[in-house]
């Protein structure tokens, strides 16, 4: 499915190596295949452990990805390393370099839809390698290597003889934040890609304005800000703040998909551009209260052309989200020119109609800026004419999700599940459960229809979150979702998956990270507020 063709020799062997030597090392999301020798292992010496790049590898030094991947990882193997203990000398015989060898050549610039993530991990007693076809699957690796690391009692570093061929189930990993139900400070983002990259998840979705505030400082109209964010000085993004994410996501191999939704949920930008939402009515007389999105001006279009090529100018991938969701019609409905602009149009009472007019036109409009486009599933469901590689992004509950996924990808879309994954939803007890126990292709379809889901998405929305609860929200909540996308569809055992998961979020406090119990226990190293 994912790039596993150079692997696919290799399988029969590890089956039956797998057989014999029967799972182990904790590592989240659970790799594909893993070969533990039990009771072999090789000491780290902080002091003298590197990583490195291979002879025969095609990327070496200065290829900022790897580089810097490797002073993070080395600072959070080694965090609680204060002075290499006196005995460090002693082990002369312990393997300190982790050799990485990439086999493309070129430090891509972004990740994208297409990157390969494979990576083989072999870590035996005289040498650690990791391989992998391209810098991000060496990312991945990297990651596992830093979970296999162990402490022992006398305080030194240890990994066990273990070997892993892994890749993943889904190409897109996501997680949403939503920016404008409250500002969350570009710290929290950042830590939030940090942890993201923890768990193998590979697209933040930022969910960047919506109703409540426009925090996103445009270049083209900064009015939107100055006049939409909740504060036009401390609660919004600058170029730089922007500029800022996207860096810090790249390097660790996550794309950043920005959503700026219309034609609904666009409150917040009228202040900053005046003329742009529905004026509506009561009676015959406008009531000073806006709708959605004007449809039927032409400088509604011109706004969105200048608005939407600066986004795409910004954000590199090649993928928008353009919203297109929960669009309110009473407004329209209220409103005189555009009821006479519907039946000029002839769309009769069906204001869906409408609202098609408008996405499509936008649609064309990103179109034509060299862009693809992630929509909320509305679109699809109000038959909006999108073009063929359009991404449908499945997130209500209240048609069972399955029956939407099962009905985009027979129309031949690309399908995205979101629905059963809203971890701002919360209960008493273990929700992760849920979460984890989804099968995204579990819906009525032809092979050829699962082939078309890409994977799924997160959800973290603002309504109740900021900076104070974002984290220990998330974390490990969304490691669920994380291993659901990553690991091998048979990975549902939910007692191993819980001893995996309380385990890694005892590693997430270790590196400073405030991930929420799972259920009763404790951590070797509590977490405490540096
Ligand atoms: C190494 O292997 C031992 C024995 O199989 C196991 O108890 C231990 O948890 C492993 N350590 C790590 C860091 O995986
Ligand atoms: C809007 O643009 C169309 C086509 O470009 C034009 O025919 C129409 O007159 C314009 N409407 C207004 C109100 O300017
Ligand atoms: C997932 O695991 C099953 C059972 O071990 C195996 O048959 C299948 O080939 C695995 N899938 C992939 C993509 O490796």
Known sequence: ???????????????????????????????????????????????????????????GPGCAVLDQAFLRYWRLLFAAQRRPPEYEQLWEMSCNELLVSVTKPGCEDYPNMDSEESYKLSISEDSFLLTADSVWGALRGLETFSQLVGRAEDGTYYVNKTDIVDFPRFRYRGLLLDTSRHYLPVKAILETLDVMAYNKLNVFHWHIVDDPSFPYESAAFPDLSEKGAYNPITHVYTPNDVKLVIEHARLRGIRVIPEFDTPGHTLSWGPGAPGLLTPCYIGSKPSGAYGPVNPILNSTYQFMAVLFREVSTVFPDFYLHLGGDEVEFT?????????????????????????????????????????????????????????????????????????????????????????PWYLNHISYGQDWLAAYKVEPLQFAGSSEQKALVIGGEACMWGEYVDATNLTPRLWPRAGAVAERLWSNETVRDLQDAYYRLADFRCKLLGRGIQAEPLFVGYCDHEYSRS
């Open 1 to 59: 499915m994912i790039g596993t063709g150079s692997m696919a020799g290799g399988l029969l062997m590890w089956l039956w190596l797998w057989l014999l030597a029967g799972p182990g090392g904790a590592v989240w999301p659970q790799p594909q295949h893993v070969r533990v020798w039990p009771g072999s292992s090789s000491r780290l010496v902080p002091a003298r452990f590197r990583f490195g790049y291979a002879r025969d590898s095609a990327v």
């Open 331 to 419: 407004c329209w409905r209220s409103n005189p020119e555009i009821n006479s602009f519907m039946k000029q149009m002839g769309f009769g009472q069906d204001y869906t109609e409408l609202e098609s007019f408008y996405i499509q036109r936008l649609l064309d409009m990103v179109s034509s800026y060299g862009k693809g486009y992630v929509v909320w599933q509305e679109v699809f469901d109000n038959g909006v004419k999108v073009k063929p590689d359009t991404i449908i992004h499945v997130w209500k509950e209240s048609v069972p999700y399955q029956h939407k996924m099962a009905q985009v990808t027979k129309a031949g879309y690309r399908a995205l599940l979101s629905a």
